[in-house]
Nanobody
Framework: VQLQASGGGLVQAGESLRLTCEAS????????MAWFRQAPGKAREFVAA????????FYADSVKGRFTISRDDAKNIVYLQANNMKTDDSAAYYC?????????????????WGQGTQVTVSS
């Protein structure tokens, strides 16, 4: 499965952005799609995940209440709606996939990765 992330850009603090991750290849009910981000000089960190089978979601505390992960199964796309963005949200955002139905937050738990899309939030 190949993943293609897009939608990054430059926004001001308080504004919104929607990131898109398109998956090409077979999909399964056990798919778990996640978003991670990595700022310069920092480790890659978990942002949010969604499970295909039941739509369950999980968020990092830092984005809870501001970001929403959703999916369009017909298009095999996962979205990350980021609202009320902060300068600390600036990072390269990556989408990732695991296919065992378990929502994990560690990057080594995911075996498929898309390229990053850069998000910059200015003050």
């Amino acid at each position: 499965v190949q993943l293609q992330a897009s939608g990054g850009g430059l926004v001001q603090a308080g504004e919104s952005l929607r990131l898109t991750c398109e998956a090409s290849g077979p999909s399964f009910s056990t798919d778990v799609m996640a978003w991670f981000r990595q700022a310069p000089g920092k480790a890659r960190e978990f942002v949010a995940a969604i499970r295909r089978s039941d739509g369950a979601t999980f968020y990092a505390d830092s984005v809870k209440g501001r970001f929403t992960i959703s999916r369009d199964d017909a298009k095999n796309i996962v979205y990350l709606q980021a609202n009320n963005m902060k300068t600390d949200d600036s990072a390269a955002y990556y989408c990732a996939l695991r296919q065992d139905g378990l929502m994990k937050t560690r990057e080594h738990s995911y075996h498929n990765w898309g390229q990053g899309t850069q998000v910059t939030v200015s003050s």
